[in-house]
């Protein structure tokens, strides 16, 4: 996991969303908890160790949020759609075929980073590599 840049992902300080060049964006918890993300620790902690600094928390606003979620939906996936999304992901990952479905794969980590860049204050996302179709006919 090779870690972009990292910030406090609450007031607290007791956890740290980081994006990542593989992975897109995920979210640590500190101290470790079961829940992180494979190698997490590890590589937030080499991160940390060649003197990068996350970033404070800043609390989202309303108008960055909302472009977030029409860039979401401007690219064809709507509620609905993501909740389609979402159990094809859950029993991919259930019967060990997540691995062959690529595309699934992607348009997650691309919604992760969206959701992640919009919280960040981004009123600007990258836009999605595969349709909702491409996805589900994978």
């Not at 979620?69 to 992901?89: D, N, P, W, Y």
């Not at 204050?121 to 994978?138: Q, W």
């Amino acid at each position: 996991m090779t870690i972009l840049s990292a910030k406090f992902a609450n007031e607290i300080g007791d956890s740290v969303e980081v994006l990542t060049e593989d992975r897109g964006s995920a979210l640590i918890c500190l101290p470790p908890h079961e829940d992180n993300i494979n190698g997490g620790q590890e590589a937030f902690a080499a991160w940390v160790a060649n003197g990068n600094v996350p970033s404070p928390y800043i609390s989202p606003s309303v108008n960055s949020i909302a472009a977030g979620e029409a860039c979401i939906e401007q690219a064809g996936f709507t509620g609905s759609r993501m909740v389609t999304l979402l159990e094809e992901l859950l029993e991919a990952k259930a019967d060990g075929t997540l691995a062959s479905r690529t595309k699934l794969e992607a348009v997650y980590i691309w919604m992760k980073t969206v959701k992640a860049m919009a919280k960040a204050g981004a009123i600007e996302f990258p836009s999605c590599k595969f349709t909702f179709e491409e996805v589900v006919t994978e």
